[in-house]
């Protein structure tokens, strides 16, 4: 499961899913995040890391981390495979 967030209002949704996504800088949620050892990393280097390394069993939940993008456009090219969100 993926979900998509933008707050803090949203972090257990975002734990406990596959793929949990926040859009924007939620500056109440990385206060949150820090408080409690949650990793934002952001999504496209991720997605980099993944293909750099042709692991073959796709994506793997990671515990305790939460992906970052800045915009929706970011997201689309991760759903669709696109090499850069700009595109």
């Known amino acids: 499961t993926i979900y998509i967030g933008d707050s803090v209002t949203d972090l257990l949704c ?5 793929i949990g996504i926040v859009v924007g800088s939620s500056s109440s949620l990385k206060k949150v995040a820090q408080a409690f050892g949650i990793s934002l990393i952001p999504l496209y280097k991720k997605t ?5 390394s042709a692991d073959s069993e796709g994506w793997q939940k990671s515990k305790g981390v939460i992906y970052t993008v800045s ?8 759903m669709v495979g696109l090499s850069s969100p700009e595109a």
Not at 14 to 18: P, R, S
Not at 48 to 52: E, N
Not at 71 to 78: D, G, N, P, R, V
């Open 14 to 18: 975002l734990l406990t899913c596959d």
């Open 48 to 52: 980099l890391q993944q293909v750099k």
């Open 71 to 78: 915009s929706w456009h970011e997201i689309y090219a991760f």
